[in-house]
Nanobody
Framework: QVQLVESGGGLVQAGGSLRLSCAAS????????MGWFRQAPGKEREFVAA????????AYADSVKGRFTISRDNAKNTVYLQMNNLKPEDTAVYYC??????????????????WGQGTQVIVSS
């Protein structure tokens, strides 16, 4: 069982930055692929970024490439999402998920077994 708790969301102006954190419980954190997904009002949840357990494999959605950076610290059981040059269309609830394997680049929700409660990000124009 893995419990995930996101933090770091908030209100920011367009062009600003935020860093999201996702703290995980358990002693097997380094074996999990971690992903960030987001859900905007009225839209389905979508993939943002994923990182394999070792950190060697990383994938991003095209919409965030060059602006967002995913990283992890296995000693702290934490995965991060650094978000720069934020745009109003980045407004969403951001969720982190844990998957036991790096399948399909971590982009598919169905491979994630555990989810956090989400953290709200609002980007004003």
């Amino acid at each position: 069982q893995v419990q995930l708790v996101e933090s770091g969301g908030g209100l920011v102006q367009a062009g600003g930055s935020l860093r999201l954190s996702c703290a995980a419980s358990g002693r097997t954190f380094s074996t999990y692929t971690m992903g960030w997904f987001r859900q905007a009002p009225g839209k389905e949840r979508e993939f943002v970024a994923a990182i394999s357990g070792s950190g060697r494999r990383i994938a991003y959605a095209d919409s965030v490439k060059g602006r967002f950076t995913i990283s992890r610290d296995n000693a702290k059981n934490t995965v991060y999402l650094q978000m720069n040059n934020l745009k109003p269309e980045d407004t969403a609830v951001y969720y982190c998920g844990a998957s036991p394997s790096y399948v399909s680049g971590g982009v598919e929700e169905r491979w994630y077994h555990y989810w956090g409660q989400g953290t709200q990000v609002i980007v004003s124009s």
